[in-house]
């Protein structure tokens, strides 16, 4: 019968409604018949999806968050300097560039300001704000803070006066003793030694939390503060009825041209105020984005490579069944059709799953790193927009994953459908897979000699690029990569398992591809975990040596929170029995330079030192140059990597910006070795001193004459309060802590939450695998092959896989680890003990789960195969 070209069309769209639902039929068939194996799926999708949106939902807490009102809560606006500085450069080929940082230390405004910011139209009045550290006599932190700035915060006498003389203070109501209002006595230090204060009023104010405050005159604060030409922030009061809006353009306009930061003076309203009373919390947080960006990078590469790895099994595990129904008549398409949807129901349910389960996992994230100085908000649509986040992000991947995976059966012709229908495994990796994997392992290595010979943030992220590729091509060269570990191991397994060893070393050897994606989750997850442990606890650990070596006082002399004042270094040198003292002043100077072309702005923290006490209590190794010539306001002293870098040697000039973005040009006269340890750059004392937002020591370092000069010391400083003498250690030189808050909060997150994450595609991935071999076992039962011997073998090919896991995992780890330590520390790359046992520990346990409670569930059923 001849078909019309009008009959054409109506009948092709029969033939694809058909098969349509021939393809619905059998995925619904398919996933009643397989979920055991889809759980699996099901799980690491599930998880992906959680892990994705919990990171979606800090990421967008934190882009959202601002620091807190407190301070400036009784003023409509603030007029602060500019904590920005910029560093433009014109890449080769490229149009200029910016790179941008923010100040660690206080930009202060000249104080003719305060008269044109009082003069602007809507303003009322206009205070300028100083503020200096105190210490009360009980120990307590508190600010000092002129009287007329009270009204800034609301503060209202509860009782009592304003101080008129230098001599008398408002106390915070916080800080009144019982029975010691007005008319009573404090003791407050304040700069020098400590002195007493008559109290003429108690405030209050509305705000909870905070730092306590004491109110001097004016005048009294101004010259406590030390900087009588320049103001902290100016606050302002608006008149009664002038919007914000208004507000801000009229004081922009009043301000404009005046010194105040690299691009003057900035109005700060509403929510914005929390900027001029937290000067670094915004640096922070751009630090902390672009840590936490690319953490949430590798937890998005590692749920891509978990997915596909377990997909891609559950398709292969069910190649003799495709191979079986392509030779019955099922067409390419059809197969596709029936295998993409079966992934995509799988991975949407689980995906939808995992966007509820993103919220609390989110919320406990953003737990860990949410501070008082710049707390996290949650509005109320983040949970919503993180889950569908993780959702979308993990919900499309899985079907073309699985048709990916299924490709070499759909494609095959129907004559051979049958023939491979009987293989006991999928044949070896195409050599598209093989010749990838190939190229990303020769990418990897080529990296890690990028690091080698790079340093610094470049040298991480080359080391961080070979870890990725390298992992990437161990997943893509997993069947080649089982057959050489099985020939090492298989042999050892035969001679100690018995009958039991024999049969787990030649299902080991039989089943490349199968023990290739066993081995995949476990390598993720030695590598990674190895990776972000390893790197850290290199340098803390290169960095304490040399703080160790480096410190030469016995004694030092710490203090509370607000620092130490400057006078008590040169009260310990007059101490008897202390031949040498310097105090630590700690700051940070920000370095413009290129990277890879582009324009950078990094911040290094720094020592403010004195030079002829520097070589009794310091020794920084110097290796050209004269430390001891390390004075005035214009001479640096530099590591002598980083001057390297910097093509500077001594008598040289090296361009830096101060903490409070003050441009200097400092002649280099020395080089140091132990950089890691005291820091890139150390200054005079006097350089820094000038540019820090408190003139305040952290450490005092002494060194004894003969014996133990601690009682002298401790007499010495009598007259100051809150101060205690102990013996020196290397943690009080270290140019920075051995770890903070912060960096423990990511820690967990990029370790724990993550190594969590890949230990979980570990038991998953071992499920799958262990689900699919009930039929081996059944027939290993019905030849005679006795429970206990099953047993055995099964424990043994735990052990294959985990020591193999764990080798080839610690060995991608050690290339780029080797890379980043020697150029960085000059030493191999190290590991805590624990840490590894722990580690091992883990991946063991999520081994022997994933292997062996899914066939012992399913035990009976090997049990009446056998009967």
């Known amino acids: 019968m001849t078909v019309t070209r009008t009959q054409e069309k109506p009948v092709r769209e029969t033939v694809r409604t058909g098969s349509r639902r021939a393809s619905a039929f059998l995925a619904r068939r398919s996933l009643r018949t397989h979920r055991r194996s889809w759980t699996a799926v099901f799980a690491a999708a599930a998880a992906a999806a959680a892990l994705l949106g919990a990171f979606a939902l800090v990421l967008g807490s934190l882009l959202s968050a601002r620091p807190p009102v407190a301070r400036y809560a009784g003023a409509e606006a603030v007029v602060v300097a500019d904590q920005r500085v910029s560093y433009t450069a014109k890449p080769w080929g490229s149009e200029p560039r910016t790179a941008r940082a923010h100040l660690p230390e206080r930009v202060r405004l000249d104080r003719s300001v305060v008269a044109r910011a009082a003069a602007a139209d809507g303003v009322a009045r206009a205070v300028a704000d100083d503020s200096v550290p105190v210490t009360v006599g009980n120990g ?77 005159t004016a005048s009294r604060l101004t ?56 000067i670094d919390a915004l640096g922070g947080r751009g630090d ?18 978990v997915i596909a790895t377990t997909v891609s099994q559950a398709v292969h595990q069910r190649s003799g069944e495709l191979a079986l129904l392509r030779a019955v008549g099922a067409t390419p398409r059809q197969l596709r059709s029936a295998i993409g949807r079966e992934a995509g129901r799988v991975a949407g349910a689980a995906a939808s799953l995992g966007a509820v389960g993103s919220v609390p996992l989110g919320l406990l994230l953003r737990s860990l790193l949410t501070t008082d100085s710049l707390p996290l908000p949650v509005p109320v649509w983040l949970p919503f927009a993180a889950g569908a986040v993780g959702a979308l992000l993990v919900a499309p991947a899985a079907r073309p994953l699985a048709v990916l995976a299924a490709r070499s059966v759909t494609g095959m012709r129907p004559a051979a459908g049958l023939g491979a229908a009987r293989a006991p495994e999928p044949g070896e990796p195409g050599r598209l897979r093989t010749g990838a994997g190939v190229l990303l392992a020769v990418a990897g290595i080529g990296s890690a000699g990028t690091a080698a010979t790079q340093s610094g943030r470049a040298a991480a992220l080359a080391a961080s690029s070979a870890a990725t590729s390298l992992i990437i091509a161990v997943a893509l060269l997993g069947p080649w990569i089982a057959r050489v570990s099985m020939r090492v191991l298989g042999a050892p397994a035969r001679r100690a398992g018995g009958a039991s060893g024999f049969l787990a070393a030649r299902s080991a050897a039989a089943h490349n591809r199968r023990l290739g994606a066993a081995l995949t989750p476990i390598v993720l997850a030695v590598a990674f975990v190895c990776v972000q442990l390893a790197a850290g606890t290199t340098l803390e650990r290169a960095a304490g040596r040399q703080a160790s070596d480096a410190l030469r006082a016995d004694l030092v002399v710490t203090g509370p929170a607000a620092g130490i004042p400057p006078e008590a270094a040169e009260a310990v040198r007059r101490a008897p029995g202390v031949s040498a003292a310097t105090g630590l002043l700690r700051s940070t100077v920000v370095l413009a330079h290129r990277e890879a072309g582009d324009p950078a702005l990094d911040r290094f923290p720094v020592l403010g030192v004195t030079a002829d006490q520097l070589s009794g209590t310091l020794d920084a190794r110097v290796t050209a140059g004269d430390a001891a010539a390390l004075t005035g306001r214009g001479t640096v002293a530099v590591g002598r990597d980083r001057a390297t870098e910097l093509g500077a040697g001594v008598g040289d000039t090296v361009e830096l910006r101060l903490g409070d973005g003050t441009q200097v040009r400092l002649r280099v006269v020395a080089l140091y070795e132990r950089s890691l340890g005291l820091g890139e750059f150390m200054l005079p004392r006097e350089a820094l001193a000038g540019h820090v937002s408190a003139l305040r020591d952290r450490q005092i370092l002494v060194r004894s004459a003969d014996g133990d000069a601690a009682s002298a010391v401790r007499r010495a400083l009598a007259p100051y309060s809150g101060l205690e003498v102990r013996t020196a250690t290397a943690d009080d030189v270290r140019i920075s802590p051995s770890s903070s808050e912060q960096d423990d909060a990511l820690l967990i997150i990029g370790t724990g939450v993550i190594g969590g994450f890949a230990l979980l595609a570990v038991v998953s991935t071992l499920a799958l695998i262990s689900v699919g071999r009930r039929p081996e076992f059944r027939l290993l039962r019905l030849v005679g092959a006795g429970r206990g011997q099953l047993l055995r073998m099964r424990v043994l090919e735990t052990g294959l896989v985990t020591v193999a896991g764990l080798a080839i995992g610690t060995a991608v780890a050690a290339v780029p680890l080797l890379a980043f330590a020697l150029p960085s520390t000059g030493g191999l790359p190290y590991l805590a003990p624990a840490q590894y046992g722990v580690l091992a520990l883990s991946v063991t346990a999520a081994t022997a789960v994933g292997t062996l409670l899914p066939v012992a569930r399913g035990g009976s059923g090997a049990g009446s195969g056998a009967g």
């Open 140 to 216: 307590a932190p508190a600010v000092g803070r002129s009287w007329p700035s009270a009204a800034l915060t609301a503060y209202e006498l509860s009782g009592g006066r304003a101080p008129r003389t230098a001599s008398e203070v408002v106390v915070d109501a916080a800080l009144a003793a019982p029975g010691g209002g007005p008319g009573g006595r404090v003791t407050l230090q304040v700069g020098g030694a400590a002195r007493q204060y008559t109290v003429t009023g108690v405030a209050a104010t509305g705000r909870r939390g905070g730092t306590p405050a004491v109110f001097f």
């Open 223 to 278: 010259a406590l503060a030390g900087h009588p030409g320049t103001v902290d922030a100016i606050g302002v009061l608006a008149e009664r009825g002038v919007s914000a809006d208004a507000l801000r353009a009229s004081l922009g306009e009043a301000v404009a041209g005046q010194s105040g930061g690299e691009r003057g003076p900035r109005v700060l309203t509403g929510a914005g105020r929390g900027e001029a009373e937290h």
């Open 288 to 305: 902390l984005l672009a840590m936490l960006a690319s953490i949430a990078g590798t937890a998005l590469l590692v749920a891509l490579l």
